[in-house]
């Protein structure tokens, strides 16, 4: 199996995270709309990460991806099977892909991505304001579901979990922080979800890239 794209983005990570925790063995190329492989385009006819190849089976979407992944492998379960449960596990990652990664793009692209990737000077007020009045009401949000348990559905880790905490990984690296005091509950749950090993490798491995 082979994961096109870069982990930077919310939506590699958030696939790459997921096969890790189902066990299964991948490797992952470098791609993006200006570089990869014939099979990246083959699999993302429009350039977009992540891009997945299985054999002869070729797709795009990071949900799409998951969905075979999970269909594949079912467990460990990470998408719950009760109907509620289930259903509160897809907002989630609708919260985080659309929502949350669009709060992020803005950030991220203008600090990050234009500047080092592309050579040309991002629109950082854009940027702040997009941190100034999009990011709190996004916190606002997880700190009025942050669970007790640590975990969004059925007090255990799931593709919530994954789908919530990887664009916050990806506004992270564009130097937009929860801020702990104003948000503490958030604060600790994000913290714990990136403590787990998959998310861990990748974001210190994120960070290297970056200071490099």
Request: glycine fraction near 6%.
């Amino acid at each position: 199996m082979i994961i096109y794209g870069s982990s930077m983005s919310p939506y590699v990570r958030k696939t790459i995270v997921f096969a890790t925790e189902k066990g299964l063995d991948f490797e992952v190329v470098m791609a993006s709309a200006q570089m990869g492989p014939p099979e990246f385009l083959e699999a993302s006819p429009f350039g977009k990460m992540p891009g997945f190849k299985d054999g002869d089976f070729l797709i795009s979407d990071s949900t799409a991806i998951i969905t075979y992944l999970d269909t594949i492998k079912p467990e460990p379960n990470l998408i719950p099977t009760e109907a509620r449960a289930r259903a509160r596990t897809i907002w989630y990652e609708e919260f985080g892909d659309t929502i949350v990664a669009a709060c992020g793009g803005k950030i991220f692209f203008n600090r990050v991505v234009s500047p080092k990737f592309f050579g040309r000077p991002g629109d950082l007020a854009a940027a702040d304001e997009a941190q100034k009045t999009e990011f709190p009401r996004l916190m606002e949000y997880l700190e009025s579901v942050a669970p007790a348990s640590g975990y969004l559905i059925e007090d255990r880790f799931t593709l919530a979990d994954i789908a919530v905490a990887s664009p916050l990984a990806t506004l992270m690296l564009g130097d937009c922080h929860i801020d702990a005091a104003k948000y503490p509950k958030a604060a600790e749950y994000v913290g714990r979800i990136w403590e787990r090993p998959s998310f861990a490798k990748l974001i210190a491995q994120e960070k290297a890239a970056l200071a490099a």
